[in-house]
Every structure is written in structure tokens, then in C-alpha cells.
């Protein structure tokens, strides 16, 4: 190969200086660790009390039915105490939500909804966690706009169970498909975001959201699908996805 001349280099050198300045001028930035927003051991009690709510949720149907209530207002007691817009949002939809179960405890869309925010809040970094205030704004969000809906009783249950049918369906197809080798990311990327848009049209919003969850997760890590890590992950969201859907219908 023949060399490059010597006054092309130096245009070069020139054309890229600007850009290696800013690149290196937010470096510092990057590498820089992020400032904790909340006391440690206030985190830590948050992320006690998710895990005894998400464990009380997740045996409803059993004999911790009784324990659901409590643990949601202790959650609401610490979200108090971080003096928060978004936790204590969060907490007081909960709340809510809460006392509209106590009332309908046959509530499809809020037993779905319920279901999401449990399992999209209860991470371990609990408070610190990257996308808490986006999620838990969003969360609060359905669970209020479930407070001014009419009963999910009006609902059809049957059109709720077909729903439901079909979208396992979905999750056992992209099982296979992260089983396969290599794991297929097309097929991955195309289911979650069919059953995200179904779920939309019936307003199945905790659907909705964790399954374009999902689709985002496949996307940004399409590469990296041969690793174990990264498949644990995409395993755990289908989980809480499968767990979501069989909530629909109680």
C-alpha cells in the first residue's frame, strides 16, 4: 500500500482536532461516578420492603394474600421518608391501588398492572437504579389511570383469555428461540414487539411495558447473545413477562 502523503495527514490531523478535544473533554465526565441520591440505609430499607412485597405478590393466590396490604403501606412510609415527588407518587398509587383490591379483587387490568410495577421496581440498586424516576412515574401513572377507569368487571374475560392464550404462546416461541444456537434476536425482536402492541390495543399496559422492555433489551444487546450473562437477563424479562400475562385473568 502506498503511503499517505504527508500534507494529507496533516488535513486530517486537523479536520479530527475539534472532535478529539470534545471527546476528551467529556471523558472525566463518563468515568466519573455518579453521586448517590438517597441515604444508604434508607435504600436499603426500600429495596427490604420491595422484596417482601414482590415475595407477598407473587403468593397471593396462597396464604400471603393478608401480607400484600401491609407490605405496600410499608413501602409507602419509607417512600414518605425520602421526601421524593416520584416515591411518594408511587407510593400513594399503590395505596390506591391497594384499596381498590380489597374492594374488586377480581381486576384483571389492575392485577396486570399491579404485577408490572412490582416486578419492573424490585431491582437490587432499589432507589439508585438508573431508570427508577422514569419508572416509577410511569408506573404511578397506569395505577392512577386505573382509579378513574370504569370496573374491570366490564371487561370481557373471555376476550382477556384469548389474549392470554396467545401471548403464552409467545413467550414459549421466544424461549425457543433464546434456547436456540445462536440465539435468534430477529425472532426475539419481532415477537415481544407484536405482543406489546396487542397488549396495547386491549390496554394491558404491564404487558405493554415489559414487553417493549424486552424488545429494548434484545436490541441493545443483539451481539452479545452468546453470552451467559446477558441470556440470564433476557431469561429473568420473559419470566416477569410470563408472570405478568397469567395475571390478566386473575
Not at 36 to 50: H, K, S, T, V, Y
Amino acid at each position: 500500500m502506498a503511503d499517505i502523503p504527508e500534507h494529507e495527514l496533516e488535513e486530517t490531523r486537523a479536520a479530527l482536532a475539534p472532535t478529539l478535544a470534545a471527546t476528551a473533554a467529556i471523558l472525566p465526565w463518563v468515568t466519573k461516578p455518579q453521586k448517590a441520591r438517597f441515604d444508604a440505609r434508607l435504600n436499603e430499607r426500600w429495596i427490604a420492603a420491595m422484596n417482601r412485597l414482590a415475595a407477598a405478590w407473587s403468593e397471593r393466590n396462597s396464604t400471603r394474600a393478608d401480607e400484600i396490604r401491609p407490605a405496600i403501606f410499608g413501602l409507602y412510609a419509607i417512600a414518605v421518608e425520602t421526601a421524593d415527588a416520584d416515591c411518594l407518587r408511587l407510593g400513594e398509587a399503590l395505596a390506591g391501588a391497594a384499596d381498590r383490591l380489597e374492594d374488586n379483587g377480581h381486576a384483571p387490568r389492575l392485577i396486570a398492572a399491579m404485577s408490572a410495577t412490582i416486578e419492573s421496581l424490585n431491582e437490587v440498586d432499589g432507589l439508585e437504579h438508573v431508570a427508577f424516576a422514569r419508572r416509577a412515574s410511569h408506573f404511578a401513572g397506569r395505577l392512577e389511570a386505573m382509579a378513574t377507569t370504569a370496573d374491570d368487571n366490564d371487561r370481557s374475560v373471555v376476550l382477556d383469555q384469548l389474549f392470554v392464550d396467545e401471548a403464552l404462546e409467545q413467550i414459549q416461541f421466544m424461549r425457543d428461540a433464546l434456547a436456540a444456537l445462536p440465539a435468534d434476536a430477529y425472532a426475539l425482536t419481532t415477537e415481544s414487539l407484536k405482543l406489546a402492541q396487542q397488549a396495547e390495543l386491549l390496554e394491558i399496559w404491564g404487558v405493554m411495558h415489559l414487553a417493549r422492555q424486552l424488545s429494548e433489551m434484545i436490541s441493545r444487546h443483539a451481539a452479545d447473545l452468546d453470552n451467559a450473562e446477558v441470556l440470564a437477563h433476557v431469561d429473568d424479562q420473559l419470566t416477569r413477562l410470563h408472570n405478568t400475562i397469567t395475571a390478566v385473568n386473575g
